[in-house]
């Protein structure tokens, strides 16, 4: 059973804050709404507050309600199964749409910083650089610590300030190259488990295309839940927080792979720039086949609930891409 199945289940238990605050003092309203912000709770109706059921929301609903009665107000908590007017999934939708605010929010400073960092001269300019940087990585870190879905947003959040703490680490001499990273040479990348998350998408699918396609076509791949995975020995992982082989800077996982792969295809570069577009949403490359290829991935995922699925219905879709850049150069 893979994460959207678990998080669907019928038995899916919420625990629900239903409070009333005074209406003075007015600073007291806006600490018990940042006191919501900060333990990731989400609304669902105007006073009515879900957070996913477990011991850890539960205590921090409780030390809220403590907080409210104290303040004044009325308050209390419950747990519950969604029937109606509201499903499970739309309830995951709020917090998925909350985390990727705020990822977003983080993402656009460090874009910002990061296109001002070759200007940065003086030291206090770059100890100012240093500070924000850290800034960035505990917010990237709180707000990780409240995304109980796996919001799509962290990837890239994760990989632009990574991408900005490696300029400043070249910049002061302090970076050095690992020796992982020396190894992910085109010969060493074959005979690899290579590892995923689970539900696949457009980037994931890509990328598995390319590994059987142009790498290792007895590739084996394997699908593990984006969180709590313990890697194992010769397991190179993708698309994936932490791995060898994920988003850097403001390229995605497949982009990455075609650099360490050491493959220069026009084809295959044409569609790192769709795959680019539709994943990271940026716009980038403004290719137009980048609409029609959204749409057919979209579907193939739709259709296909199992990960090896998605892949042997996305292989085809990039199969066709392929030739079709193929013989469009030619």
């Not at 850890?56 to 409780?62: A, G, I, K, L, S």
């Not at 070759?118 to 960035?136: F, G, Q, Y």
């Not at 193939?300 to 292989?315: L, M």
């Amino acid at each position: 059973m893979n994460m959207d199945d678990d998080i669907i289940r019928a038995d899916r238990r919420w625990l629900l804050l239903i409070h009333q605050l005074p209406s003075k003092p007015a600073y007291f309203r806006v600490k018990i709404w940042r006191r919501l912000q900060g333990i990731g709770a989400v609304a669902v109706k105007s006073t009515v507050y879900a957070l996913p059921a477990n011991s850890e929301t539960q205590e921090d609903f409780e030390w809220l309600l403590k907080e409210i009665v104290e303040g004044g107000g009325e308050a209390m908590v419950c747990e519950a199964r969604l029937i109606d007017g509201l499903s499970d999934a739309q309830a995951r939708a709020l917090f998925d749409a909350a985390r990727d605010q705020d990822y977003e929010a983080i993402a656009k400073e460090t874009r910002a910083l990061t296109d001002r960092f070759d200007a940065i001269a003086t030291s206090e300019e770059k100890a100012e650089a240093r500070s924000l940087t850290s800034r960035l990585r505990k917010r990237l870190a709180d707000i990780a610590a409240i995304d109980f879905f796996g919001a799509t947003g962290r990837l890239s959040a994760e990989s632009l300030v990574t991408g900005i703490e490696r300029k400043l680490a070249e910049d002061t001499e302090m970076a050095k190259q690992s020796p992982e990273a020396m190894a992910h040479t085109p010969t060493a990348l074959k005979g690899r488990v290579w590892v995923t998350r689970e539900g696949v998408h457009v980037d994931r699918i890509a990328c598995s295309w390319l590994i059987r396609r142009f790498i290792d076509q007895d590739a084996v791949i394997r699908f593990v839940p984006g969180k709590g995975y313990e890697p194992k020995a010769g397991d190179l992982r993708f698309d994936m927080f932490e791995g060898e082989i994920t988003h850097e800077g403001d390229r995605c996982s497949f982009e990455v792979l075609l650099t360490r792969a050491g493959i220069a295809d026009p084809a295959l570069q044409a569609i790192s720039e769709i795959v680019h577009d539709i994943d990271l949403k940026d716009g980038k490359f403004g290719r137009e086949e980048t609409t029609g290829i959204a749409s057919l991935i979209t579907g193939v995922c739709a259709a296909n609930p199992q990960d090896e699925q998605r892949i042997a219905q996305g292989s085809s879709v990039f199969d066709n891409l392929y030739q079709y850049f193929r013989s469009k150069r030619a």
